[in-house]
């Protein structure tokens, strides 16, 4: 049973323009999130975190959004480059070590 | 610094054959993962490493796969009697400790075919 979801597998968006990633989850003691980011043939490196006693957390052109009584996760990318273009990775944890990780959205920003 | 590596990259083996997967994480991480991506599914946990405690095993699928890790840092995920749904890339992530809140550093995957 999938206990975080995208269900976007890809996405296409033009250069400048934002870029939306979203995440459901199932869980309702999750209390961190993340989102990592994966280039082909390389492991996801991680992008940006939010705990669960936040609503947003942002860096630089990069802001997540915790909506928990919805149980919905959002990245925000904004300007969107071509360098984001990767498939997009949203996780979750509740208080322990195990991850449990989305399918990913490819992003495909077009220059 | 150098980051996680594992190896071998690439293995293509006959299904029943048994396959060994290894981890070398960041020097001086404490915890260790690893997981699974099969395709079109997300990652998948497997096995989790913190320091001397017993690892936490609840991910693995069967009881064809194991884990050890020798002196807390390299790390040997085997996989025995292979059957063609353990075709998938598994990836190793190692972090400083185990918070629950400390990025996980992932390695590049070992792409595991088998026939």
């Known amino acids: 049973d999938q206990q975080v979801k995208q269900n976007s597998p890809s996405l296409s968006v033009q250069e400048g323009r934002i870029s939306i990633l979203n995440c459901d989850y199932t869980n309702s003691m999750f209390d961190y999130f993340l989102w990592y980011k994966k280039y082909p043939a390389e492991g996801p490196t991680f992008l940006i975190s939010?705990?669960?006693?936040?609503d947003k957390n942002e860096d630089g052109r990069f802001t997540v959004f915790l909506n928990k009584s919805a149980k919905h996760l959002s990245l925000h990318i904004v300007p969107s480059q071509p360098g984001d273009s990767a498939v997009y990775f949203c996780?979750?944890?509740?208080?322990?070590?195990?991850?449990?990780f989305g399918t990913g959205t490819s992003l495909t920003v077009i220059p | 610094g150098a980051g996680v590596s594992q190896s071998p990259s690439n293995k293509v083996t006959e299904k029943g054959k048994d396959v060994e997967l290894r981890c070398d994480p960041i020097s001086g991480h404490t915890a260790l993962y690893w997981y699974r991506q099969s395709l079109g599914q997300g990652l998948e946990f497997l096995i989790y490493?913190?320091?001397?405690?017993?690892?936490?095993k609840s991910g693995l699928p069967s009881d064809r796969f194991s884990a050890e890790r020798t002196g807390g840092s390299v790390s040997t995920l085997t996989i025995q009697r292979t059957q063609q749904e353990d075709s998938a890339v598994y990836l190793c992530a190692s972090s400083t400790s185990s918070g629950g809140t400390d990025t996980q550093y992932f390695g590049p995957g070992t792409r595991l075919t088998v026939l």
């Open positions: 996780a979750a944890s509740a208080a322990g070590n195990q991850f449990y």
């Open positions: 490493f913190q320091g001397n405690s017993a690892p936490d």
């Open positions: 939010i705990s669960s006693i936040k």
